[in-house]
């Protein structure tokens, strides 16, 4: 079985401040974890992807993730916030050969000029 | 490089009428098909999924259906529309690797209005 809680709901932060929205997972065996960014009325964007190799994961606008088993945690991380970040991020958790991967609920992403 | 096209991108419908959602992958063989909703400031609901030509899981009760007439081609329907089937849809396809995970890849959406 697998699970995945964001922890956050909403996330506010300013322009230029650091973005942290955090992500933990539960799972049987070996987790593949994935952040997603969804702007308004549009579809699903991968952001970056966990699949066993290195724990520091980097992604597309500057984002970053770092698997950490020992926290059961894949929290997504930005230096610096733009306001084009805007958005609702939703981190996904899949084990090997499962068709169904499991979706967090996911966190609006708010950012103050 | 593989895409998905999804359409309508919008529409309204009556109560009662019927509804067909379509969506194509491009560039890849055997993909995994995937409809989902989204209600309006929700998260993601699986309705089908199917691994290959007339194979179709559901994952949710309810008066949609859906159908894998060729490869790279996912259908969404409906007989007879509700109020609560307002909502965003969304296509998506992967393939599954053992080694990377299950990465899944998403179409725009559409929009359906019941009314």
């Known amino acids: 079985a697998q699970s995945v809680t964001q922890l956050d709901s909403h996330v506010s932060v300013s322009e230029g401040t650091p973005v942290l929205l955090r992500c933990n997972y539960s799972?049987?065996?070996?987790?593949?974890l994935f952040w997603y960014v969804q702007h308004p009325n549009k579809g699903l964007q991968l952001l970056l992807k966990y699949t066993s190799a290195a724990t520091l994961v980097k992604g597309i606008n500057g984002f970053e993730a770092e698997f950490k088993k020992s926290e059961t945690s894949f929290h997504l991380t930005k230096p610096s916030a733009h306001m084009s970040d805007a958005a609702e991020y939703f981190c996904v958790v899949s084990v090997g050969g499962s068709y169904i991967p499991t979706f967090g609920r996911g966190t609006s992403l708010i950012v103050h000029p | 490089s593989q895409t998905i096209h999804q359409w309508p991108a919008t529409l309204v419908q009556p109560v009662g009428s019927p509804l067909s959602l379509e969506c194509t992958v491009e560039?890849?063989?055997?993909?995994?098909l995937y409809w989902y909703r989204q209600a309006a400031g929700r998260g993601l609901q699986l309705l089908f999924y199917?691994?290959?030509?007339?194979?179709i899981s559901s994952e949710v009760p309810q008066n949609l259906s859906a159908s894998r007439p060729q490869d790279r081609q996912f259908i969404l329907s409906s007989k007879k529309l509700l109020l609560s089937d307002s909502g965003f849809y969304l296509c998506?396809?992967?393939?599954?690797?053992?080694?990377?995970?299950?990465?899944?890849?998403f179409g725009e959406g559409s929009w359906l209005t019941v009314v």
């Open positions: 799972s049987s065996y070996s987790p593949s």
């Open positions: 560039g890849t063989s055997n993909p995994n």
């Open positions: 199917s691994v290959g030509i007339g194979q």
């Open positions: 998506a396809w992967s393939v599954l690797g053992t080694n990377s995970g299950n990465t899944i890849y």
